[in-house]
């Protein structure tokens, strides 16, 4: 059964300590010595794949996969350094999107595309949303594992009924109601401002309710002037006017999602509606005394924008982890990170664990597994996680993952500047322009 303290856990921050090495393993096996695979720390992922590995090397007691578990900044820092001289692992874990571009285009991993193609039932298993993050010039270097975790419109069903309306069905909407939020000194969003990726999550669902998926395609691409779309530009200026109009709550610039300040807000009464990451029910559960257990917690996906050609099903976040092998590992252990990934990554017993844990993991077949759950409110909110991920049409990547990190800072720090409205649209634009590509 799923309870609150699994939710909590399950969708919890990574990562805690490491390097370590898990039982039987070599702590920072190099390429070459035997088939490798590195991940993060932190349960409940950690046991879950901890428990992948262990089934594979108990069936192939000869071509044991050794582990070695790394904290996520650490993982971050060798990972890269590891790779770039020939001494990573067979099996690379990442994030797909920009990590993994970098990685293709210095010739460092393999093409899966025809392999995976003869796996028809992994295949058609995946939601299809999962692919474009592992996808490079229309070839796959990645196969999509784990999780799924949407971007949530969540909101305070209590606040709602205090100015009697109902939940926005249009941007038109949200803009409507932030007066009379603020009428009634409820904050009419909250956000963890300072931390910066808490505000690109708006800008992701503007630019594809604005103007669909293809404009951020464009930038993922290096189009030039990619940012300079009179969508993106469009979404820019419909940003700055929710701020302007006190659409957050007051200071938010100075208020850190990593405290779980901003989710606390809800909470509390003190915002009506917060955008944020499926991760955060849990904490929420666990944290806000009668919010969820109460029912007075709501959600749903980020509406359309009137006259907007994005497809209202689209959704953004981290549309699933993803593993791929290394092309400087042997032929023998490409073979075998090529049949842990078939047999292990995706077997019933992991899937079983994922939903167990509170999560979503990104095959069709997790819809069946909900039925087990016997709280309520878990159960509605696990079968709206999955419903959003399996009716996608486009699950589109966080962008400071899609992008280069190069890209990906400067992002951050002009999307700071653009919700303190020191840079105007166009300004932002330009900054960004500048570095495309790179």
């Given at each position: 059964?799923?309870?609150?303290?699994?939710?909590?856990?399950?969708?919890?921050?990574?990562?805690?300590?490491?390097?370590?090495?898990?039982?039987?393993?070599?702590?920072?096996?190099?390429?070459?010595?035997?088939?490798?695979?590195?991940?993060?720390?932190?349960?409940?992922?950690?046991?879950?794949?901890?428990?992948?590995?262990?089934?594979?090397?108990?069936?192939?007691?000869?071509?044991?996969?050794?582990?070695?578990?790394?904290?996520?900044?650490?993982?971050?820092?060798?990972?890269?350094?590891?790779?770039?001289?020939?001494?990573?692992?067979?099996?690379?874990?990442?994030?797909?999107?920009?990590?993994?571009?970098?990685?293709?285009?210095?010739?460092?991993?393999?093409?899966?595309?025809?392999?995976?193609?003869?796996?028809?039932?992994?295949?058609?298993?995946?939601?299809?949303?999962?692919?474009?993050?592992?996808?490079?010039?229309?070839?796959?270097?990645?196969?999509?594992?784990?999780?799924?975790?949407?971007?949530?419109?969540?909101?305070?069903?209590?606040?709602?009924?205090?100015?009697?309306?109902?939940?926005?069905?249009?941007?038109?909407?949200?803009?409507?109601?932030?007066?009379?939020?603020?009428?009634?000194?409820?904050?009419?969003?909250?956000?963890?401002?300072?931390?910066?990726?808490?505000?690109?999550?708006?800008?992701?669902?503007?630019?594809?309710?604005?103007?669909?998926?293809?404009?951020?395609?464009?930038?993922?691409?290096?189009?030039?002037?990619?940012?300079?779309?009179?969508?993106?530009?469009?979404?820019?200026?419909?940003?700055?006017?929710?701020?302007?109009?006190?659409?957050?709550?007051?200071?938010?610039?100075?208020?850190?999602?990593?405290?779980?300040?901003?989710?606390?807000?809800?909470?509390?009464?003190?915002?009506?509606?917060?955008?944020?990451?499926?991760?955060?029910?849990?904490?929420?559960?666990?944290?806000?005394?009668?919010?969820?257990?109460?029912?007075?917690?709501?959600?749903?996906?980020?509406?359309?924008?009137?006259?907007?050609?994005?497809?209202?099903?689209?959704?953004?976040?981290?549309?699933?982890?993803?593993?791929?092998?290394?092309?400087?590992?042997?032929?023998?252990?490409?073979?075998?990170?090529?049949?842990?990934?078939?047999?292990?990554?995706?077997?019933?017993?992991?899937?079983?664990?994922?939903?167990?844990?509170?999560?979503?993991?990104?095959?069709?077949?997790?819809?069946?597994?909900?039925?087990?759950?016997?709280?309520?409110?878990?159960?509605?909110?696990?079968?709206?996680?999955?419903?959003?991920?399996?009716?996608?049409?486009?699950?589109?990547?966080?962008?400071?993952q899609a992008l280069s990190p190069t890209q990906a800072e400067t992002l951050l720090d002009n999307i700071a500047k653009l919700f303190q409205l020191s840079i105007s649209p166009q300004q932002f634009a330009d900054n960004m322009n500048a570095v495309i590509g790179?």
């Amino acid at each position: 059964m799923v309870g609150g303290g699994a939710l909590a856990a399950g969708l919890a921050a990574c990562g805690s300590s490491g390097p370590s090495s898990t039982p039987g393993s070599t702590t920072g096996a190099a390429a070459g010595s035997g088939t490798t695979y590195w991940f993060l720390t932190g349960q409940p992922q950690q046991g879950i794949r901890e428990a992948q590995v262990k089934r594979f090397n108990d069936a192939n007691p000869n071509s044991k996969i050794k582990t070695t578990e790394f904290q996520n900044d650490a993982f971050k820092a060798k990972i890269k350094t590891a790779i770039g001289a020939g001494q990573g692992p067979t099996l690379i874990w990442g994030w797909g999107g920009g990590g993994l571009k970098a990685y293709v285009e210095a010739g460092q991993v393999e093409d899966l595309t025809d392999w995976f193609n003869q796996q028809t039932d992994l295949k058609n298993s995946i939601f299809p949303s999962a692919f474009t993050a592992a996808t490079v010039n229309g070839k796959l270097y990645a196969v999509p594992g784990e999780t799924v975790t949407p971007i949530v419109l969540f909101y305070d069903k209590r606040s709602f009924e205090k100015i009697g309306a109902q939940p926005p069905q249009s941007w038109g909407d949200i803009m409507d109601l932030v007066p009379k939020f603020n009428e009634k000194g409820i904050a009419p969003f909250s956000l963890g401002g300072q931390s910066r990726w808490t505000n690109m999550m708006w800008l992701e669902f503007l630019f594809d309710r604005i103007g669909g998926s293809e404009v951020f395609q464009n930038i993922y691409d290096g189009k030039k002037d990619g940012w300079s779309d009179p969508s993106a530009l469009k979404a820019l200026d419909e940003m700055q006017k929710l701020i302007k109009a006190n659409g957050f709550i007051k200071g938010f610039s100075s208020i850190t999602a990593d405290s779980n300040a901003d989710q606390a807000l809800l909470y509390t009464g003190k915002a009506a509606m917060m955008l944020h990451g499926a991760w955060t029910y849990g904490n929420m559960k666990s944290s806000g005394k009668d919010f969820v257990t109460g029912g007075h917690l709501g959600y749903m996906n980020f509406p359309p924008v009137d006259g907007g050609k994005g497809d209202p099903s689209d959704t953004v976040g981290n549309p699933g982890q993803y593993m791929s092998i290394s092309s400087k590992a042997s032929q023998a252990d490409k073979d075998n990170a090529k049949k842990f990934i078939a047999n292990n990554t995706l077997d019933d017993a992991t899937v079983d664990a994922w939903v167990k844990s509170g999560n979503i993991p990104v095959v069709k077949s997790a819809k069946d597994k909900l039925s087990s759950i016997s709280d309520k409110n878990d159960s509605e909110w696990l079968n709206f996680v999955y419903d959003t991920a399996a009716n996608a049409k486009n699950f589109a990547q966080s962008w400071d993952q899609a992008l280069s990190p190069t890209q990906a800072e400067t992002l951050l720090d002009n999307i700071a500047k653009l919700f303190q409205l020191s840079i105007s649209p166009q300004q932002f634009a330009d900054n960004m322009n500048a570095v495309i590509g790179q």
